[in-house]
């Protein structure tokens, strides 16, 4: 696994947040609440989805409570809809890695990147953005092999 090194600039993201820990995982109840209100927002400016979190890396275990987006990015335009929230995601260097198969190979690829790929690297995690994968239409659905996703990875140089 090999990531490309992207600069972004700042997105504005309209969408609907939860609190949660992976021990406590409610990404498919937060998901399941957004998608079939995704119609609704008018301004969108890629037909994909992001799942956003924002953690403090170093201090991360299964039990800490975090703040989990789905959301998709808009237009400065779009007024926000009853039930939906507005998050700036800010300017920044992002390490972007293409994960393709299941859940649990997931969970293996942030094993990788975060044990293996991050520490031998020029960069480290900055902790004052967020984390986030994009879903376009190569996502099939959590236990697919062939299902495929973006994970971006905020980073700085050390």
Known sequence: MKPEIVKIEKKRMLGMRMEMSLIDNRTGELFQQFMPRKKEIKNVISSGVYAL????????????????WACVEI?????????????????????????????Q??????GYITQQWVPNSIYK????????????????????PLSEEEIWIPIKEK
């Open 53 to 68: 979190q924002q953690y403090e890396f170093n201090s991360f275990t299964p039990n800490t409570i975090f703040e989990k």
């Open 75 to 103: 237009e400065n335009n779009q007024k926000v809809l009853d039930g939906m929230e507005t998050f700036v995601l800010p300017t920044g260097l992002y390490a972007v890695f293409v994960h393709k198969g299941t859940v």
């Open 105 to 110: 190979d997931f969970v293996k690829a942030m």
């Open 125 to 144: 995690i900055d902790n004052n953005r967020p984390h986030f994968e994009y879903l376009d239409h190569t996502y099939l659905g959590p236990n697919n």
